[in-house]
């Protein structure tokens, strides 16, 4: 018994044994706004938008809308958490701006969710 549990924590202290990874449901410090507010927004900054995803552009590139208007956002395959989203679907994102030199801000999702 006394090996078994050396063995545990030799492995977790290694990383080869990895303890189930907790959650936060609950406010956030991203900033609920427009896409044209997070459009003026600086770089890395924690944005909470509602709308809709019109379309797929490519790879994990989707474009968002609301009323003020559209924005890429890009959508890593694990954010999605097995959820499917059509684009009459209102969705919450939460994650960051993107800025660029030489090409339109977007937003990198952390987590999105169907708002019911």
Request: aromatic letters at 6%; hydrophobic letters at 40%; glycine letters at 6%.
């Amino acid at each position: 018994m006394k090996t078994l549990k050396i063995f545990a924590l030799s492995a977790l202290c290694l990383g080869l044994a990895t303890p189930a990874k907790a959650i936060f449901v609950g406010p956030s410090s991203a900033e609920s706004c427009t896409v044209a507010q997070a459009k003026e927004m600086r770089d890395e900054s924690p944005v909470m938008l509602i709308g809709f995803i019109e379309n797929h552009l490519g790879g994990e590139d989707y474009m968002f809308k609301d009323a003020t208007g559209s924005i890429k956002v890009e959508i890593d395959q694990d954010v999605w958490q097995g959820i499917n989203v059509t684009p009459s679907d209102k969705v919450e994102i939460k994650g960051e701006v993107d800025t660029h030199m030489y090409k339109p801000t977007d937003i990198e999702v952390e987590s999105i969710r169907i708002v019911r």
